[in-house]
């Protein structure tokens, strides 16, 4: 079907098409993982996550597309993009709102990304990535630092019934928002910005067990190896639904 009409398109309005479908991947793409920080808008938030509209570091092409492999400083890595679809977000970042740079094909992000190193094996919430006594710690720096707000049964109704309620952080509404996202961005998204009164107020290792006892609550098994702190590790294993 594609060729049969291809045959009847002139070769410009052919690479028009393919361009416009890369353009909406992209955007796409950027919605699914980029916009939950950086904003729909491309402005970040204030403290957290820098604006990409209007930033100078975005004029260097193969260092967008090193930037989405493979993060970087506070940014989490996204080893499970294609080229292709990492060639599509760093070109529509590249070209959003303000920014007027050019696209980033597929092949010129494959010559990048074949120069880094392998990601590593991926896995999913569901094949045991923390261990009982890290979900036990969690639930210790839990009821200390968040509980206040997203409540001891962790379903976003605050112990104290004056306070407005926050998103839940388990089962199934939780995981429906966080769905296909990666334990690097969850990591990432909780310790720049949470708790919401005092961000990154925790250290690395209590942020990550925190998040070892919000899988135990979703009845995620836990196995033999803690859930490591460092993002690199974290940004392979990928939060699903269901097993
Ligand atoms: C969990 C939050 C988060 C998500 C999700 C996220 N970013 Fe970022 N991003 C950051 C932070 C934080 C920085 C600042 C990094 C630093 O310098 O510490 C950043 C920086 C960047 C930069 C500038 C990097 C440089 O050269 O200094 C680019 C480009 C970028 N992000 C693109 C993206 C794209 C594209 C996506 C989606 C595939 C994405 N980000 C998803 C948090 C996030
Ligand atoms: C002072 C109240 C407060 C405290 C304390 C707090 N949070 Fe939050 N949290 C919020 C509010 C409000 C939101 C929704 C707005 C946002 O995402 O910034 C939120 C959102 C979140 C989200 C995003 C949920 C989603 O699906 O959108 C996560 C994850 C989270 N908090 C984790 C934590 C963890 C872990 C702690 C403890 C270390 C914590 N929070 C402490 C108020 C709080």
Redesign the pocket.
Known sequence: MHGLLACFLVPGAVAAQVGETVAEQGRQLYGEHCALCHGDSGAGRSGAFPALDGNERLGNAARVVRAIREGIGNMPAFPALTAAETAAVASYVRGAWTNGLGTVTADAAAAVLDRLADGGPAASVWDGVYTEDQAARGRQ??FG??S???GRRLNGAPDDPD??S????ARAR?LR??EGRSLAV?LA??RL??????PAS?SDEE?VD??AY?LSMSRMPAGDDELPADSRGLANIVMLQRQ
């Open positions: 720096i839990y630092a968040c206040l707000c997203h306070m407005v926050t998103p839940p952080l939780f928002v966080w969850l998204y909780t910005t949470m708790p919401e009164d005092n925790l942020y925190v998040v919000m």
